[in-house]
């Protein structure tokens, strides 16, 4: 079984819809994060948390929700999606100290909104 | 002047050259600095971290150039399963924010040809 496991791997939606991703993970790490990767703009953060009660904005957060819910659990919401939000989206986790940057990914959700 | 900058490539290289890959950064406070390699459709995974002048493991070298803000990436003796892309990650200190955040690259494409 992957260490990170997103849900779910491939989506096609419609405009306006509420999506939800979500991010399992048993790497038992208190890092989590949500990148979305687009062709030519590389890996953009959206959102991170560093534990349960924690949430920051990355790059790029307008349009985009998340919850921790656990230590290895990291939704991403779309409350209403918009055709530009289609991307892959990924999921990774990490430790941090001197193993910031060593992160593990999911295996990502290809998002398309209509 | 964009944060991660990487050569899009492609670098189109036969079995068995070196090929080496330039990444340069903007923000002289960054911390730590690391190669991944995301193959076509898949998750990035971390290749190589990148510490003080630089470090080995088998056929890749990775170097850090502080004074010219740039890493490099060395690939000795090419195989065909090194077709891929590999981004240029750095932990750096976000402008406003006054937190660390990891930085990505769009990546350098490489092709191994047979």
């Known amino acids: 079984d992957a260490d990170v496991t997103q849900t779910p791997r491939n989506r096609i939606t419609k405009t306006g819809k509420r999506i939800m991703l979500e991010c399992s993970q048993t790497k038992g790490h208190d890092r989590m994060y949500w990148y979305r990767q687009d062709p030519g703009l590389g890996l953009r953060l959206i959102y991170y948390s560093f534990d349960v009660k924690d949430i920051n904005k990355g790059e790029i957060s307008d349009g985009y929700s998340v919850s921790r819910q656990a230590q290895a659990k990291f939704s991403l919401s779309l409350e209403s999606a918009i055709p530009n939000q289609t991307a892959l989206y990924f999921c990774?986790?990490?430790?941090?100290?001197?193993?910031?940057?060593?992160?593990?990914f999911g295996e990502g959700s290809r998002l398309t909104v209509l | 002047r964009k944060e991660v900058e990487q050569d899009p490539g492609p670098f189109n290289v036969p079995e068995g050259a070196t090929v080496a890959f330039n990444c340069t950064y903007s923000?002289?406070?960054?911390?730590?600095f690391f190669w991944y390699r995301q193959d076509c459709r898949k998750e990035p995974k971390l290749l190589m971290s990148v510490y003080s002048s630089g470090n080995e493991d088998g056929r890749f070298t990775a170097q850090l150039n502080r004074a010219s803000q740039y890493i490099s990436l060395l690939i000795r003796d090419s195989k065909l399963s090194d077709s891929a892309t590999y981004l240029c990650v750095v932990n750096m200190q976000h402008s406003g924010a006054g937190s660390y955040q990891l930085t990505f690259g769009k990546g350098t494409k490489l092709s191994v040809i047979p």
């Open positions: 923000n002289s406070a960054s911390q730590s």
């Open positions: 990774a986790t990490g430790s941090g100290g001197l193993r910031t940057g060593e992160l593990f």
